[in-house]
């Protein structure tokens, strides 16, 4: 949808929102100017973010893409909360209408009205707290038939949708960067969505990623942010700083010791595919699960894949993979929006059964867009390669 049809439609929202909230908010209370303050603050800077980003108009700081993302996370809450009063107001004059109970109209209709922007404001700074902080580890362990010893406990942590831009930034990577090296894991896999910008604008930004350790190395796989920043560039970029990019393809890992090197029925493949939408961008780069296996050692069993989006399992499954790492769905990043994930994506977060295969959703490493998580905090996986009992 082009800037100006979407900046007229969230105008039109902010003076829906004004008209439902303000005139029962003024008899409540003379404070009720700040929330039209609010408002207005909100309804001017939500479109800055976007703002010559795929036109030839001069992009804002980032300061002020930093107000117009704070903006659209309250604002987001806002919206839905004006929705849910609206629909208890319903209920109430409904229950009112047919004698269920009485109405004290002045005092609820002006409470539900500060109750809103309260709200609002409240699960959005806690939201801000939670995006910001460095993500926690969440340890899972994968249950996987026929594991060979030598894999016992193999480990991948996982990263995903940092989405490196106007607000995550040098520092936020480097943070990320030490939790990861603390867990001494034999790979990380970074499932995509990985920046918001071109490679002049991030390049220093995304430089601490070159510094992840692993036994057997970082591997990174696409997501549809890549595409939409220039994937060829940053392709490019990601392999000079270190990180190896699986596009389409496999590599053979072997946890070889001193004195004993394992067999092609003790390695694991890892593959990696380019995002389910790639071939819209680069027919070339269509995403392609079977193809990633060309000439993987047919007594190598264990195959792991790194897909951004969820909705890849199915041809995931049916190229024979045992376990798929994706990310894009953020857990829904916040309320209601996990709720909508579901008509998108086969699974919302966590681990998850399809048919023989195991299929692990990150919410996340970052957050895209509002600086704002709420009931879906961020994450790094460490995922274990268990024998299946």
């Not at 079977?290 to 790194?306: C, F, I, M, Q, Y």
């Amino acid at each position: 949808m082009p800037l100006r049809p979407l900046t007229l439609l969230t105008l039109l929202l902010h003076l829906l929102i004004g008209v439902r909230l303000l005139p029962s908010l003024a008899a409540l209370t003379p404070l009720w100017p700040a929330l039209l303050l609010l408002l207005a603050i909100s309804a001017v800077t939500m479109p800055l973010p976007f703002i010559g980003r795929r036109s030839s108009a001069k992009p804002v700081s980032d300061t002020w893409k930093w107000v117009g993302l704070l903006s659209m996370g309250w604002f987001s809450s806002m919206f839905v909360l004006t929705l849910v009063r609206d629909v208890g107001l319903l209920g109430a004059w409904l229950g009112n209408w047919v004698g269920l109970w009485a109405v004290d109209w002045p005092l609820v209709t002006s409470w539900s009205a500060a109750a809103v922007p309260l709200i609002a404001t409240g699960t959005s700074l806690l939201g801000f707290v939670n995006a910001r902080r460095t993500a926690g580890v969440r340890r899972v362990d994968v249950p996987i038939a026929g594991l060979p010893s030598a894999l016992e406990g193999f480990t991948i942590a996982q990263l995903s949708d940092i989405h490196v831009g106007p607000t995550i930034k040098r520092g936020y990577i480097l943070r990320m960067v030490e939790a990861v090296n603390a867990l001494d894991a034999d790979v990380v896999a970074i499932t995509g969505d990985l920046v918001d910008g071109s490679v002049p604008e991030l390049r220093d930004h995304i430089a601490p990623l070159g510094g992840l350790r692993a036994r057997h190395g970082t591997y990174v796989v696409t997501g549809n942010h890549e595409y939409y920043a220039g994937a060829p560039a940053w392709i490019a970029e990601l392999r000079r700083i270190g990180l190896q990019v699986l596009l389409n393809e496999h590599v053979v890992l072997r946890q070889d010791s001193p004195g004993r090197s394992t067999g092609d029925n003790e390695a694991l493949v890892l593959a990696g595919v380019t995002d389910f939408t790639a071939g819209h961008f680069d027919a070339s780069q269509a995403s392609d699960p079977e193809g990633s296996l060309a000439g993987a050692p047919l007594a190598s069993t264990t195959r792991v894949l790194l897909a951004h989006q969820p909705r890849s399992a199915a041809a995931a499954a049916a190229a024979g993979f045992q376990l798929q790492l994706s990310g894009h769905t953020h857990g829904g990043q916040f309320f209601p929006w996990n709720l909508f994930v579901p008509l998108q994506q086969p699974f919302t977060a966590g681990l998850h059964r399809l048919r023989d295969m195991w299929v692990y959703v990150s919410r996340g490493t970052g957050y895209w867009g509002p600086p704002k998580r709420f009931g879906a905090p961020s994450e790094i996986a460490l995922l274990r390669l268990v024998r299946a009992r």
